[in-house]
């Protein structure tokens, strides 16, 4: 009996083990089909090896090894070096096959002790081979650690050269120093995304089931990243949010391998596109300003196509709820440079509209933090006064503006009470958008016309003006009606990709 509970025991911890590494090769964008093989080969093998007699005539363990071993083997190696395989991990595969090799030679040692003289032999010289080999598998680990490194800093140094010209190509713009506060959207590239984790919380995609379906349903589209520069002429150059940065995008595995592998397995490789042109230390020259003068990032949330781009301003102090700080999904190579400098808002400047808590954060009503938690812990959003309105940076309270007819468009939620306290918050901003027509909102992931047409054209010099502000609310009127359903021609639907293309599009119809 206790072999028996062993043997089950064994199966269960088997199973499980190939169960994360399958979920891992999904998120690589493996196949379902190659995927559901390759899992059946390495559950026959499993079982063959504790119950050989399950599988017929492969009755002994050395057979299953040779008819089922070697080809889980060599799928497992060769998916891996497909899809999960990095420059830094070549030192530890020569370091393992190093050790597999000296640990057969001293067992081929042992058993040519024990045998015949003439198989003895045989077994010495094998040892001699294989712990031969060992050793100059060693030597070679040890050589390329420096090309390893080598080989990722051409990588990083190829893309800063590529960011240099971007950022002293013809067309930048000057400064323009007048007093008003001025906004500029900064798109910093593109994230990949499943459509139904975008647009589809209505449809079941909500809690496990939803992050469920990101790993099996590769209906994907590309939307944008955007962050917020903020001139302001008494708190001087802020930041709402920092979007994503050149090595997320470029170096992603390197980026992601920090914390001994985790974040790499756990992150699809090509989550992130982004051109020299959108890296935001570019984007920030290309309007007159650096990088470094950055003194204040609000941070609405603490993922990080939100938090990637700090890596380039560790001079800032960076502002965001301390739920989010303790408790959110955060990756800490992202705030390695700034974890001195975090400020934590006390939300005790009383009730805003239609929220109970706000921060008035340099104590002017110029900018209030509004709570907004739900898509993570410690969301919020920031609302900025310009003089002629108001802007309202949403996070990801909402993605677009069709998110805002939360009866008919919803991204996947988290599920549970963070659902609720979601869909709480965006019926604050409801009420704070009708109750005062002179805000607009502003988002971090629009891929719609407003973004790209509305927004880009109201903030191209960065003071939108009250007529600017009117033509946003005119194109929020026209998308929504007033109880906040969808007008006739705006309700996101898939479009497939092309042959060959890889991601879909949104229409609205």
């Not at 370091?95 to 040519?112: D, E, F, K, P, V």
């Amino acid at each position: 009996m206790p072999k028996i509970l062993g043997k089950i025991g064994l199966l269960v911890t088997a199973l499980a083990v190939g169960a994360v590494w399958l979920v891992v090769l999904r998120l690589k964008d493996v196949s379902a089909p190659l995927l559901a093989a390759y899992g059946l080969l390495l559950a026959a093998l499993v079982a063959g090896l504790l119950w050989p007699g399950v599988l017929g005539r492969l009755s002994t363990r050395r057979r299953v090894l040779a008819v089922l071993g070697v080809p889980a083997g060599l799928a497992t190696l060769g998916l891996y070096l497909a899809v999960v395989y990095y420059v830094t991990d070549l030192p530890v595969l020569l370091a393992l096959a190093a050790t597999g090799s000296l640990a057969w030679a001293a067992a081929a040692l042992l058993r040519g002790r024990r045998a015949a003289v003439g198989r003895g032999a045989r077994q010495t010289r094998r040892a001699f081979l294989a712990g031969g080999a060992g050793l100059l598998l060693g030597v070679l680990s040890g050589l390329s650690v420096g090309w390893a490194e080598r080989r990722r800093r051409e990588v990083l140094a190829q893309g800063e050269q590529e960011r240099q010209a971007a950022a002293q190509a013809p067309g930048a713009r000057r400064r323009i120093a007048d007093g008003a506060v001025r906004v500029f959207p900064i798109h910093t590239g593109d994230t990949v995304v499943t459509y139904g984790q975008f647009y589809g919380g209505l449809d079941g995609w909500e809690g496990p089931n939803g992050y469920l379906r990101t790993l099996l349903d590769k209906a994907q589209i590309a939307v944008p990243v955007y962050a917020y520069l903020i001139d302001h002429p008494r708190h001087g150059l802020l930041l709402v949010d920092t979007g994503v940065n050149w090595e997320q995008a470029h170096d992603h595995d390197g980026y992601y391998d920090h914390n001994y592998l985790v974040s790499r397995l756990l992150t699809q490789r090509d989550e992130y596109r982004m051109t020299p042109e959108q890296d935001l230390r570019v984007r920030l020259a290309r309007l007159g300003y650096d990088a470094k003068e950055i003194t204040t990032v609000f941070l609405t949330h603490v993922h990080d196509d939100h938090a990637g781009g700090l890596r380039h301003l560790p001079q800032a102090t960076v502002v965001m709820d301390r739920r989010d700080w303790e408790h959110g999904t955060l990756y800490p190579y992202s705030f390695d440079l700034v974890k001195d400098h975090l400020s934590f808002p006390a939300f005790d400047s009383g009730a805003f509209g239609a929220f109970p808590g706000s921060q008035d954060y340099f104590g002017d009503g110029s900018l209030i933090l509004l709570p907004t938690p739900g898509h993570s812990p410690g969301h919020m959003c920031v609302l900025l006064r310009l003089g002629t309105g108001s802007v309202l940076f949403m996070g990801d309270t909402l993605y677009t503006l069709p998110h805002l007819a939360t009866g008919q468009v919803r991204q996947m939620t988290i599920g549970g009470a963070d659902t609720i306290h979601q869909i709480e918050a965006a019926r604050r901003i409801q009420h704070l958008l009708a109750s005062d027509p002179g805000t607009v909102p502003l988002f971090a992931h629009d891929n719609t016309r407003y973004q790209s047409g509305s927004v880009s054209s109201a903030f191209s010099t960065g003071a939108p003006g009250k007529e600017g502000l009117q033509e946003l609310r005119a194109h929020m009127e026209a998308v929504l009606t007033s109880d906040w359903r969808l007008r006739p021609g705006h309700s996101p639907r898939f479009v497939p990709p092309a042959p060959g293309t890889g991601l879909g599009r949104v229409e609205f119809r």
